[in-house]
């Protein structure tokens, strides 16, 4: 349970650079009820007497999140935020430290330890000796100052969003190079066999098998395909037969084992693709409204959900997860993460 749950928590944050930033929040070692001093309201801890693991609430925003083994790294509103696991401890990194981002909106580790950060200040590494460079326009390959998803392949390249879904992508080589490419379709044309080996969930592009999702349209290494769910009308393409039409975009994708694609399509309804085709396996919860999707290591998918309602006292919301087919919904602030 308790790795699934972690994973979970991965999924939920990397994603919710697309827009949302509700309080999420992350597995911390039990008995660390500690505030952040950089946070608007203090970190909200469940205790659970006798379990390894609860659930830890951070504010304000909260963009991505990476886990090294060693530290979980979240990209947040204002800065860095580094959970140390082992000594139970927080550590903020901004500019104050040197740290040349405010909004981190991408957090990534690669094969070889890596971390890597994007958001308004460039693209950042601190490399598996703790050593920091920092990439900006100005000093380098990268197209803009602006990152907003970082995909990274088995053998450390790099690729970076800038303003997506139809916004530049700029690549790093491992051996230093720089390519830029004015969207993510040039980009999947140029680079399909490196990018088939892409290793962390992205809002770049998802692979299955040997086919690249850039959001409904598909590339096999020869053609587009367009696979919009329910569309009576086809989307515009270009005269070389690239896409032209992005949206609508999925709020997420995600893909099991057996490479069957899930799509949050929108903020109630969850499709699958598989042998060809959609299905709809949309939950019913009343009252809430989906937020992101992320498939576990056992291939059991993941929803996150904003509740809210009406009450004497105003607008009452919550943010909670619940698997597919839901389990009974529950509030992230209330959840503990039991080891089973």
Not at 4 to 21: C, H, K, M, N, Q
Not at 96 to 119: K, L, M
Not at 122 to 130: E, I, K, P, V
Not at 243 to 272: C, F, I, M, T, Y
Request: charged content about 20%.
């Amino acid at each position: 349970m308790k790795a699934v749950l972690r994973l979970f928590a991965v999924g939920f944050l990397s994603i919710s650079f697309f827009g949302y930033v509700e309080p999420i929040a992350s597995i911390a070692a039990s008995g660390s009820a500690q505030t952040d001093p950089g946070d608007s309201a203090p970190a909200q801890v469940e205790a659970a007497p006798g379990d390894d693991w609860v659930w830890t609430d951070w504010r304000p925003g909260q963009y991505a999140l990476a886990d090294d083994g060693e530290s979980i790294w979240v990209g947040t509103a204002m800065g860095l935020l580094r959970w140390d696991k082992a000594a139970s401890s927080y550590e903020r990194i901004t500019r104050f430290e040197g740290f040349p981002q405010n909004q981190v909106y991408a957090v990534v580790v690669d094969a070889a330890g890596n971390r890597w950060f994007g958001g308004d200040g460039g693209l950042s590494r601190l490399d598996n000796q703790n050593r920091w460079t920092h990439f900006t326009a100005a000093n380098s390959g990268l197209h803009s100052d602006f990152v907003d998803g970082i995909a990274v392949a088995v053998d450390g390249t790099v690729w970076t969003s800038h303003g997506l879904p139809d916004g530049a992508v700029s690549r790093l080589a491992p051996d230093g190079t720089w390519r830029q490419f004015p969207n993510r379709s040039a980009a999947i044309i140029a680079d399909y066999v490196d990018i088939l080996t892409t290793r962390n969930l992205n809002p770049l592009w998802l692979v299955a098998d040997d086919e690249i999702w850039m959001g409904y349209w598909v590339y096999d290494g020869h053609d587009w395909t367009d696979r919009l769910p329910g569309a009576d009308y086809t989307r515009a393409r270009s005269a070389d037969g690239t896409p032209r039409s992005l949206h609508p975009e999925p709020l997420a994708l995600d893909k099991d084992s057996a490479a069957r694609v899930w799509a949050l399509v929108n903020a109630g309804e969850v499709q699958r693709w598989s042998s060809g085709g959609w299905t709809v396996q949309s939950p019913y919860m009343c009252g809430v409204s989906f937020t992101t999707l992320n498939v576990g290591p056992d291939d059991r998918v993941w929803i996150g959900y904003l509740f809210s309602e009406d009450s004497p006292f105003g607008i009452y919301q919550c943010s909670g997860i619940t698997t597919l087919p839901p389990l009974t919904p529950i509030c992230l602030w209330a959840i503990r993460a039991r080891e089973v």
